[in-house]
């Protein structure tokens, strides 16, 4: 564990160093590159010192590190305001699509793993919802967030508006919880029937109880705390996947923020939106490994998660 924490905190430090070492990596005289390129009208002894550039790059390091632990991510070129203050906002976006994007998604995937999942005795519910559950999960496997994002933003806000592109969270959370739902759907649907061959279904199935109840008591229940953790270990991808409905669907998150910031040569910006969506990317994914490490799955099961 402590190999585990020192090894994420290392990748961290990299990624800051790295995002750091952007505007001394532009070509000729960093300082004028960057006046030049965004346009900004700030003296260029106040740019240099905000931006680090009046210091070696390893004394700028260390004063940025000590900065970033007491919160102070510096200023915008542009707005003038802190960092903090519009990374915070848009990051309370972020996190509010993200969430109501993941109850989306699992709850889509429970409804389809759960049906669709094989029982002693299939009925026609099962038999059909299981060659929709393999389709659906091959559909979304197939098709690109860019693609199904574009698609649901035509469909719905265009074709036949039922929802505002402007002001909206369910849309997009929708397009991201779809993309991810047709593989957790089909996880779910392999744990349940992992599960009913066991011991204790055998046995609830031999003492009359319904097989709705075997599937939700003996089956759901005991494979829950694997496909949480497993759940914790996508936040990675989900938060990726965010990033990109935002530019989609122009949401006023951490994603539309970074891109913003990209265009407008806004270089701290960029630097303290790289770090930031990176660092929760990698203590989401560390949280749902921890997570993993501490339930009980039985022997020769947890190899998914190793």
Same mark, same amino acid.
């Given at each position: 564990?402590?190999? /585990?924490?020192?090894?994420?905190?290392?990748?961290?430090?990299?990624?800051?160093?790295?995002?750091?070492?952007?505007? /001394?990596?532009?070509?000729?005289?960093?300082?004028?590159?960057?006046?030049?390129?965004?346009?900004?009208?700030?003296?260029?002894?106040?740019?240099?010192?905000?931006?680090?550039?009046?210091?070696?790059?390893?004394?700028?390091?260390?004063?940025?590190?000590?900065?970033?632990?007491?919160?102070?991510?510096?200023?915008?070129?542009?707005?003038?305001?802190?960092?903090?203050?519009?990374?915070? @906002?848009?990051?309370?976006?972020?996190?509010?699509?993200?969430?109501?994007?993941?109850?989306?998604?699992?709850?889509?995937?429970?409804?389809?793993?759960?049906?669709?999942?094989?029982?002693?005795?299939?009925?026609?519910?099962?038999?059909?919802?299981?060659?929709?559950?393999?389709?659906?999960?091959?559909?979304?496997?197939?098709?690109?967030?860019?693609?199904?994002?574009?698609?649901?933003?035509?469909?719905?806000?265009?074709?036949?508006?039922?929802?505002?592109?402007?002001?909206?969270?369910?849309?997009?959370?929708?397009?991201?919880?779809?993309?991810?739902?047709?593989?957790?759907?089909?996880?779910?649907?392999?744990?349940?029937?992992?599960?009913?061959?066991?011991?204790?279904?055998?046995?609830? /199935?031999?003492?009359?109880?319904? @097989?709705?109840?075997?599937?939700?008591?003996?089956?759901?229940?005991?494979?829950?705390?694997?496909?949480?953790?497993?759940?914790?270990?996508?936040?990675?991808?989900?938060?990726?996947?965010?990033?990109?409905?935002?530019?989609?669907?122009?949401?006023?998150?951490?994603?539309?923020?970074?891109?913003?910031?990209?265009?407008?040569?806004?270089?701290?910006?960029?630097?303290?939106?790289?770090?930031?969506?990176?660092?929760?990317?990698?203590?989401?994914?560390?949280?749902?490994?921890?997570?993993?490490?501490?339930?009980?799955?039985?022997?020769?099961?947890?190899?998914?998660?190793?």
């Amino acid at each position: 564990m402590i190999t /585990r924490l020192f090894s994420i905190v290392l990748i961290i430090f990299f990624i800051f160093a790295l995002s750091r070492a952007l505007i /001394r990596a532009l070509p000729g005289d960093p300082l004028d590159t960057v006046i030049a390129e965004s346009g900004i009208n700030i003296p260029n002894n106040v740019l240099a010192e905000e931006l680090g550039l009046n210091q070696n790059f390893l004394s700028s390091l260390k004063q940025d590190v000590i900065s970033f632990i007491k919160g102070n991510f510096g200023k915008s070129l542009f707005s003038r305001l802190p960092i903090k203050d519009l990374i915070f @906002e848009r990051f309370q976006n972020t996190l509010f699509l993200t969430l109501l994007a993941l109850v989306f998604s699992v709850s889509i995937s429970l409804v389809f793993g759960v049906i669709s999942s094989k029982s002693h005795t299939q009925s026609k519910i099962e038999k059909y919802f299981y060659p929709i559950c393999s389709v659906y999960g091959a559909w979304t496997a197939a098709m690109p967030m860019v693609w199904i994002g574009p698609m649901f933003l035509y469909l719905f806000a265009v074709l036949i508006p039922v929802f505002k592109t402007s002001d909206s969270v369910i849309l997009p959370s929708l397009t991201l919880a779809i993309v991810f739902s047709g593989f957790w759907s089909r996880l779910i649907r392999a744990r349940i029937g992992d599960e009913l061959k066991l011991a204790s279904a055998l046995a609830a /199935r031999a003492r009359g109880i319904p @097989e709705w109840k075997i599937k939700l008591k003996y089956a759901l229940m005991p494979a829950s705390g694997a496909l949480i953790a497993y759940f914790g270990t996508q936040m990675g991808s989900l938060l990726a996947g965010t990033f990109i409905t935002e530019i989609i669907f122009n949401w006023p998150g951490l994603g539309s923020l970074l891109v913003e910031s990209i265009l407008k040569r806004d270089y701290p910006v960029v630097q303290a939106a790289i770090f930031l969506g990176a660092t929760v990317s990698l203590l989401g994914t560390a949280f749902g490994d921890f997570v993993a490490s501490r339930i009980y799955i039985r022997k020769g099961d947890n190899k998914d998660f190793q």
